[in-house]
């Protein structure tokens, strides 16, 4: 068993920025994949940025050239540094663990392994 504890997330004027931290905790030698969901009201979560174990990025689109993912293998720790933040990135942001033999393509295709409790970020003037 994995778990994961979001923080960092609160209420941002648009263009600022936010750093999310994801501590885990459990059978954290399991895990491979890791990535950041997130999901708006009314909406379907989905994939904002992953990172394998040997630090291979991954980003939705419109997370390109804005969020930045990153990672520490010794404690599998997870960050999202998010810059120039728009009203529609609004949502819960939730750190996700897969383990070991989970591609990438299965992290964008499906949900599923282990999940946070989900930060609130909300970008609003």
């Known amino acids: 068993q994995v778990q994961l504890v979001e923080s960092g997330g609160g209420l941002v004027q648009p263009g600022g920025s936010l750093r999310l931290t994801c501590r885990t905790s459990g059978d954290i030698f399991s895990i491979g994949n890791m990535g950041w969901y997130r999901q708006a009201p009314g909406r379907q979560r989905e994939l904002v940025a992953a990172?394998?174990?040997?630090?291979?990025?991954d980003y939705a689109d419109f997370a390109e050239n804005r969020f930045t993912i990153s990672r520490n293998n010794r404690d599998n720790s997870l960050w999202l540094q998010m810059e120039n933040l728009k009203p529609e990135d609004t949502a819960v942001y939730y750190c996700n663990a897969r383990r070991r033999g989970i591609n990438m393509a299965t992290m964008w295709a499906r949900l599923g392994g282990s999940w946070g409790q989900g930060t609130q970020v909300t970008v609003s003037s």
């Open positions: 990172v394998t174990s040997g630090g291979t990025t």
